[in-house]
């Protein structure tokens, strides 16, 4: 079965396929999947609404607390995570041309693009800790409440996005591995190209999240 | 990008075998090229918004943020997210999740600027 894997072409695994002719529905599961990423959607939406309602309270205050953020390392994970998307791309689209091999590559890739991210967003978050804002930390407790609001919402909002980077990694792992025992296959890929769906996601909220808190100054 | 039109067809001989069921299977992969250009005009756009905060702190750094974000945003979901690809559904489906949230955010906004 691991044979299977590196170097035969579509065509060794099609007769396969055609004998099974096995029942699925890959439009239907995919339209699943889209439902399930409007409830992301509207997860991180709701937020979004708490941070538009506070900074329309508090403006100067938020403007004051973003000067504390460091805007090298918030645009630094903003490419890391725009290229990731890329790997991931190209991980599909080699799948879907029968390249198994440079198809993991662009997942191994991929997966380390998100190691990079947490990596620093580990060190902003220590630097954050280290001078006391922290959700309970004293700084951030002795902040005028806009200031206050502000980091809240910076590390509910980035933890939790943070937390959907870890589930992308674990989900590329296990689908890393469906490819090696070929149940993820060249003629058999949409859930590999569902965790690229998902991928994006994450991708396109961190988007959002760069303009909000790093760049209001 | 019709490259693999042939060994597209080739590898999936159950994309025909049961009519609807496979036919986004069918769909010829997106060139690479296509993707890599998505990739560095998002970069791109990127650094336009970073430079704006940067040269014009204030309302036009944030005015700026407030354009190009959003055709970040459509990049990757028509091209990394395939939704160019896909059929009109998914396209109509997305924009009533938004439109949605965009009604949820209105009503709070018409809540709070008349408290």
Redesign the interface.
Known sequence: MHAEGGTLG??A??PA??A????????GS??GM??FL?TE??LF?GL??IY??YR??YGTEFHEAAHELN?AMG?TN??VL??S??T???A??AL???RVAESLRWLGATFGLACCFLVIKFLEWSAKHHHGIWPGGEHLHAMPPGEGMFFNLYFMMTGLHGIHVLVGMGVMGSIAARIRSGHVS??R??ALEFT??YW??V??VW??L??LFY??? | MHD?HT??G?????AH??G??????AHA??A?GT??M??VA??AL?MV??AA??WF?GKV??GV??VV?PI??AL??M????LKY?TA??RV??LS??M??AL??GL??FD?SFR
């Open positions: 579509a065509a695994v099609s396929a055609a099974h002719h096995e029942h699925r529905d890959d439009i995919k339209t889209w439902l409007f959607l509207l939406g979004f609404i538009a309602v329309h309270k805007k645009v903003t490419f725009l290229t998307s890329l991931m791309v190209l599909v689209g879907q041309r029968a060249p003629s890929y949409a690229g769906l994006h996601l991708d396109l988007i959002f760069l303009p760049l209001t100054n | 693999s060994t597209g080739h590898a999936q001989p159950a075998g049961d609807h069921a496979g036919d986004h299977a992969p997106v690479t993707f890599v998505v990739w998002l970069l990127t918004t970073v905060s940067v702190p750094g944030i943020a407030m974000t970040k945003a990757i979901l091209w990394f997210m395939h896909e559904v998914f489906m997305f999740a938004i949605i949230l949820v955010m709070t906004f709070y």
